[in-house]
């Protein structure tokens, strides 16, 4: 069951924030939604599906996502994982071309700051 910091989240869509993932066990406050609030700073609100040369990307970036982090209760991604993505580095891909897909429903509507509807629309997958 998710529990749900901010009820009112909307997604990039205008309706309600969609949970992104339960397995990983994703978001920044690891409630399985990319909600946000005052203490993150990194604002983790992109819905992401994680590819191979994201996670490629990420890591040369600086940000092993690959490797599990048992002291962090962080399993490490593969492809195929949905995972509540920093929307500056989801900007940082993007500009590099190495923006893995997002679930816009899941997709925290404070991503639309960084980046309009129309380029999330052209990167989205289905749920």
């Given amino acids: 069951m998710t529990i749900r910091y901010d009820e009112t989240a909307r997604n990039v869509l205008g309706g309600e924030l969609e949970p992104c993932s339960a397995d990983p066990l994703t978001g920044f406050y690891r409630n399985g939604c990319c909600e946000t609030g ?9 819905c992401a599906v994680m590819t191979e040369a994201f996670l490629r990307f990420s890591l040369a970036a600086g940000n092993d996502l690959s490797t599990p982090r048992p002291e962090f209760d962080f399993p490490g991604l593969r492809p195929g994982d949905h995972w509540c993505l920093c929307a500056p580095r989801w900007k940082e891909a993007l500009d590099s071309g190495f923006a893995p897909p ?3 429903a899941a997709t925290h509507e ?4 960084i980046a309009p509807l129309g380029v ?3 990167h989205a997958v289905a749920g």
């Fill in 38 to 46: 005052p203490e993150d700073a990194g604002m983790h609100t992109v």
């Fill in 102 to 104: 997002l679930v816009l």
């Fill in 110 to 113: 404070e991503v639309l700051a």
């Fill in 120 to 122: 999330l629309k052209d």
